[in-house]
């Protein structure tokens, strides 16, 4: 199921980060109670939705998001890599984009950290295209009009 995140979530939240995606980035993260805090103060801006296999076990993924005028920014997504290949990305990513359209959001922003081929490939079948590539950040900016219908 896709919930919104609650309050005894942040540590599973931290650990999706410290194993599926700082793994993968090509910068240096803080570790442990510095990665926490760093997260959970960013959760603390916008809002989180999570998958899970109900209302109160343990998340297994999680889409962080915030809005910035009418751009819903996609902060950070990660699905645990034993229910990875089960839609529940694509299905944070729905909820995420349905969210921004009722908060009024027209346009979906987000960042993939440079070589991560799978992230782009997933994130242009759900209709995103590249933008730009900012070298100095090591990132790839990628867009998504949401005023369709």
């Not at 603390?44 to 999570?50: F, H």
């Not at 962080?64 to 290949?85: C, K, P, W, Y």
């Not at 009722?102 to 995103?128: M, P, W």
């Amino acid at each position: 199921m896709i919930r919104w995140r609650q309050q005894g979530d942040d540590k599973s939240i931290v650990a999706l980060v410290r194993t599926q995606l700082v793994p993968i980035s090509p910068w240096q993260h803080p570790r442990d109670s510095r990665l926490h805090y760093e997260i959970t103060r960013r959760l603390r801006r916008g809002a989180t939705l999570v998958a899970a296999r109900s209302r109160r076990s343990t998340p297994f993924g999680f889409l962080h998001m915030e809005f910035r005028g009418t751009t819903l920014f996609i902060d950070l997504l990660a699905v645990d890599s034993t229910a990875q290949n089960k839609h529940w990305g694509t299905e944070l990513m729905a909820r995420a984009e349905q969210y921004g359209r009722k908060k009024g959001c027209t346009i979906s922003q987000l960042f993939v950290d440079e070589g991560n081929t799978r992230a782009l490939r997933f994130y242009h079948r759900l209709g995103y295209q590249t933008l730009r590539t900012i070298y100095a950040l090591k990132v790839i900016e990628l867009v998504k009009p949401l005023n369709y219908f």
